[in-house]
């Protein structure tokens, strides 16, 4: 009899342990969505008992202050609210952060804290943290998840049988001044969130004209943005507090409609429609490669690079490169807008290390020293970079000395540049990079020329306030009416603000 309640009083021990540690629930890089003014990423949550725990990594600039405040709470999905208890650490490399003051942040630029709040249910699948009172400032994270909850937001019907047209092609240029209609919608959107859709680019490469312009979303988390184009281009769209950043090309008189998922920021893009749609769809697709592999890449992509001990060695490289890399990309079961787009991103790339040697070098080595992540010591980071910049001293750059030194391989590679596609493509312009090679205009004929030709005399016209003081040559070499047509309209804009 002894032995049998002897056996139970195990039993019931070890099953009561094993209750006890089943209470507390551990998220490891949990999902969310932030919005601060900080680089934060909650690293772990735990769900025990008697509090709820984030574990909480803070990049910031260094010596400069953050604060956490003593009304921050959790909201669950019903609504409840779950007060903050302090900011004490709980294990090694974590620092205290007190509550309603300034902390101000080491010389490092990163901290880890953990945040002790009341204790949220241990079937909690959904919360989000909020500091009330500090809309436009303060802390605020949305829908914090587990990582491994492949959790989607439903799908509305309207976009249930969204279907792509096999293939697609870029445009080819052609100037027709219009507007561009964006139209987004985000699912697991709140009102509270306030989020806008920045978009922001340089209609015709000239830095002294941006569109540069935000546009709210409305409370159910839809928005319709007019962009106003010159031709079929890339532009650069972000929604800045997730993190979701996009370059969709658009066009004059076209619509395009996307769908986004907040509730899956790895890959939050769910389908577009409209003008070049699987093609914009397909830009959006993650990477195959992890950031661990990137960064592998990356060294050994310098390791590659410090073996080329002459200039031409340098050269062959690069071409070999750039061939594999083109070779790849034709091999994908991708739109043929898709392809295009990508080979053009690899020759721009190309064309950097070429002419841009020491600079692509040195942004190299500083991606690899700071592991892909943003730099916050601003003294180290200048330091760093005029230590790396300099050990490309004496090291050519394209064309100069080439054609000096070498000839006949100058002679080759110039045929080579003028023959690539994101200079000599009728559809080039819709490129983005094709607006990142503007110094290689005398390379380029018909549209494409003028085109870059027009941003060279646009650059001096802002800068000289005078046509008359701008190089003749450059608009002399301008030969479309309708790029001509938008000089006039440019010129007697100026003319306008001068009287």
């Known amino acids: 009899m002894k032995k049998i309640i002897l056996s139970l009083l195990l039993a019931i021990t070890a099953l009561t ?87 101000w942040m080491p010389e490092s630029g990163e901290v880890n804290v953990a945040l002790h709040f009341e204790p949220l249910p241990a079937d909690t699948r959904c919360f989000n943290y909020k500091e009330p009172g500090n809309d436009e400032n303060g802390w605020a994270w949305w829908n914090i998840r587990d990582s491994k909850e492949d959790y989607r937001s439903p799908i509305p019907e309207e976009w249930q049988r969204n279907s792509y047209a096999m293939d697609e092609t870029l445009p080819d240029a052609k100037v027709q001044k219009g507007t561009a209609t964006l139209k987004v919608r985000l699912l697991g959107y709140k009102p509270e969130m306030k989020f806008g859709l920045q978009i922001h680019f340089m209609p015709l490469n000239s830095t002294r004209e941006f569109f540069d312009k935000k546009f709210p979303f409305a409370d159910d988390g839809t928005l319709t943005a007019e962009v106003p184009l010159y031709l079929a281009r890339s532009v650069n769209v972000a929604i800045d507090e997730p993190q979701i950043y996009f370059r969709p090309v658009l066009a004059p008189g076209e619509t395009t409609e996307m769908l986004i998922d907040l509730n899956r920021l790895k890959d939050p893009f769910v389908a577009f429609k409209g003008f070049l749609a699987r093609t914009n769809f397909e830009s959006t697709r993650p990477e195959k490669t992890t950031e661990k592999q990137s960064q592998k890449n990356a060294i050994k992509l310098l390791a590659d690079i410090q073996k080329q001990k002459t200039p031409i060695e340098r050269l062959n490289f690069f071409r070999k490169r750039l061939d594999r890399a083109i070779a790849a990309c034709n091999k994908e079961h991708k739109t043929s807008a898709w392809k295009a787009l990508r080979r053009m991103m690899y020759e721009q790339d190309y064309l950097s290390w070429l002419v841009a040697y020491p600079s692509q070098y040195t942004d190299l080595r500083i991606g690899i020293h700071y592991q892909g992540r943003s730099p916050h010591n601003f003294e180290e980071y200048d330091s760093l970079s005029k230590a790396f910049y300099k050990e490309c001293e004496g090291k050519l750059s394209y064309p100069f000395g080439y054609a000096r030194d070498y000839p006949e391989e100058y002679a080759r590679e110039e045929k080579h540049i003028a023959d690539m596609e994101i200079l000599s493509a009728p559809y080039a312009p819709a490129s983005f990079d094709f607006w990142r090679v503007s110094w290689l205009d005398d390379h380029i004929s018909g549209l494409n020329h003028d085109l870059q030709a027009l941003r060279s005399v646009l650059e001096n016209h802002h800068g000289t306030r005078d046509f008359a003081k701008i190089e003749k040559s450059h608009i002399a070499s301008i030969k479309s009416p309708a790029v001509l047509a938008i000089l006039e309209e440019h010129k007697a804009e100026q003319e306008r603000l001068r009287r």
């Open 17 to 103: 342990a094993v209750a006890a540690k089943q209470k507390t629930v551990v998220w490891n890089e949990p999902q969310a969505i932030y919005k601060s003014g900080a680089n934060i990423r909650i690293t772990t949550v735990e769900m025990k008992p008697e509090e709820t725990v984030l574990h909480v990594n803070i990049k910031f600039h260094p010596k400069y202050w953050i604060r956490f405040s003593s009304k921050d709470m959790l909201i669950d999905e019903t609504g409840r609210h779950y007060a903050i208890l302090s900011g004490t650490h709980t294990c090694t490399g974590e620092t205290d952060v007190p509550l309603d003051d300034y902390f």
